[in-house]
């Protein structure tokens, strides 16, 4: 039974991984725009994010689009990898907890699994993100590389720096990590009980991924634009101190829903293809390893 968790555990850690490098990959020039634009004053349009991303490949070639995407793998495959397989194990302690083992969660406990897993995964890779951020509204010249973000921050800012805007991240981590996994889990009940389907089509489960990305991002975005002025100040010469005061300084400067929500409806479009990648690629890679763990048991049979 032993071996049996471990490779449960095994087998979540790596579809976890793969899900997000797959899901971060895709979007990852829409992502460097939205960024490029929370840390500016800059105004956000669609016409204004197409032009950022067409003088960008002009001025720095095709692959700047993926700047700061090396930073990125390194932190979103150790996130995704902890975030998904904390998820399994949180809904089993809570299934433990609430009796519900072996069954579906009901509403509560299943945005509580979502909310942990997102909060575990944030707390332990959080370094990465900053340094992430750093990579993505610089220029080459400033930074060559992941190590050497962590040198000259460490070295210019204090190690301090590096939790600049955690508080944010992890307040926006409960509604968006617990909405997601909420959502993309009360889809597939849904459509098991409606369809008599136990497993939903690769399709499907886009789309259930969709839905949860688009309701997940929509709630925490805010705090997401905040992170990103904390985690960016230092090099974008703003010094904000705490959550409000850049909030306050935002508004002041952008307006609430221009400032605050700014790049939300680029998020629109990334967020729920990441989301929905993400999740599909996970559910069907923990499906492939299964089905070749129950091959290579019977053959070893």
Same mark, same amino acid.
């Given at each position: ?11 979540? &850690? ?11 990959? /895709? ?19 669609? !016409?204004? /994010? ?17 700047? %700061? ?8 495959? @150790? *996130? ?16 433990? *907890?609430?009796?519900?083992?072996? =069954? $579906?969660?009901?509403?509560? @406990? ?6 942990? $897993? %997102? ?6 890779? #959080? ?12 220029? !080459?010249?400033? #930074? ?14 204090? &190690? =301090?720096?590096? *939790?600049? %805007?955690?508080? @944010? ?19 597939? !009940? ?6 008599? =389907? ?7 489960? +886009? &789309?259930?991924? $969709? ?33 409000? +005061? ?13 400032? &605050?929500? =700014? %790049? ?9 293809? $990441? ?27």
């Amino acid at each position: 039974q032993g071996n049996q968790e471990k490779k449960k555990v095994l087998n979540s &850690l790596m579809s976890g991984a793969l899900a997000g490098a797959v899901a971060k990959t /895709a979007v990852a020039p829409l992502d460097r725009t939205k960024i490029m634009f929370q840390v500016s004053s800059k105004r956000f349009s669609a !016409k204004e /994010a197409y032009r950022l991303i067409y003088r960008t490949y002009l001025n720095e070639g095709f692959w700047s689009l993926w700047r %700061g995407n090396s930073a990125t793998m390194v932190r979103v495959i @150790p *996130y995704a990898a902890i975030q998904f397989c904390a998820h399994e194990e949180y809904k089993q302690l809570l299934g433990s *907890y609430y009796g519900f083992q072996g =069954k $579906a969660l009901t509403p509560f @406990p299943r945005f509580i699994a979502g909310s942990l $897993a %997102g909060t575990t995964a944030a707390m332990l890779t #959080y370094p990465l993100d900053m340094v992430r951020a750093r990579m993505a509204v610089t220029p !080459k010249e400033m #930074y060559s590389n992941i190590v050497h973000v962590f040198i000259r921050i460490s070295r210019e800012e204090g &190690l =301090k720096t590096l *939790y600049r %805007g955690f508080t @944010p991240t992890i307040l926006g981590v409960i509604p968006y990590a617990g909405l997601s996994f909420f959502t993309y889990e009360t889809l597939k !009940k849904l459509h098991a009980d409606h369809s008599g =389907k136990p497993q939903p089509s690769p399709p499907e489960r +886009l &789309l259930f991924g $969709a839905c949860a990305g688009l309701i997940g991002q929509s709630a925490s975005y805010p705090l997401d634009v905040v992170r990103r002025r904390m985690q960016t100040a230092g090099v974008m010469g703003h010094t904000y101190s705490s959550i409000l +005061l850049t909030m306050q300084e935002i508004i002041r400067e952008e307006g609430l829903i221009r400032g &605050l929500y =700014k %790049g939300l409806s680029m998020n629109w479009v990334k967020g729920p293809i $990441a989301v929905g990648i993400s999740f599909t690629t996970f559910d069907l890679t923990q499906i492939l390893l299964r089905k070749l763990q129950q091959h290579s048991t019977n053959v070893e049979r």
